[in-house]
């Protein structure tokens, strides 16, 4: 059976954890961050998201994607609000399970685990744990670039973390770029914001969350579709 692995990294503050959350969702893929470890295998309230994203094979169906196509062309002129036949599929936008309270609510599962293990069992979107260059190696991983402005990811930490003060957010996002950086540089000999490493690169201040989560999906659909089954 084909097993899909996706790695996001990035701009911190780029929107990689809301793309990632979406991706997970939509695929019914197993979701991790670098604090949270979430299984998403059909495990959603939502029955109807489950019978439209996953086939009895586990592959993405028909249905969805069209969907997906559907809304793809309405962003690109802005008019995805005037079709009564895009109003349906809200439920991909909805806050997952342990974000839905916000990011202090205590909801998240601070667990460890073993990067290479997730790799092999494969079904698995991973935010900002260095995936690109952690599983390097791993075959069939689609690896995602996502980046943005400045000015926007200020502004999108400080709405995700519930700040008022722009400075605050800066040093927040300073503070992590710096470890980061020093992460990839130090045991990778790597740069995060060089596109070379990545399969597929976004920039969320061209194009929004929604049109990142259509990209990244046609990505990852065409990277399934090349595996043989």
Known sequence: ??????????????????????????????????????????????TSLVLASTGSDGEFSDRLWAWIERAASYFAIGAAGDDPLLQGATDIHRPLTWDSNGPSSGNALDKAYDLDQVAKDGNAVIVHRAGAVELADVEQVSRVGIFAEWDDRVNRVMAREGLNDAALAERIISEREKAQKEYFHKMHKADPEDPDLYDLVINTSDNNIDIATIQVSRHVKEARDAVPV
């Open 1 to 46: 059976m084909r097993k899909t692995l996706v790695t996001i990294d990035g701009h911190i503050g780029s929107g990689a954890f809301d793309v990632g959350k979406k991706i997970a969702r939509m695929f019914g893929l197993r979701y991790f961050d670098r604090a949270r470890l979430q299984v998403l295998n059909g495990e959603t309230d939502d």
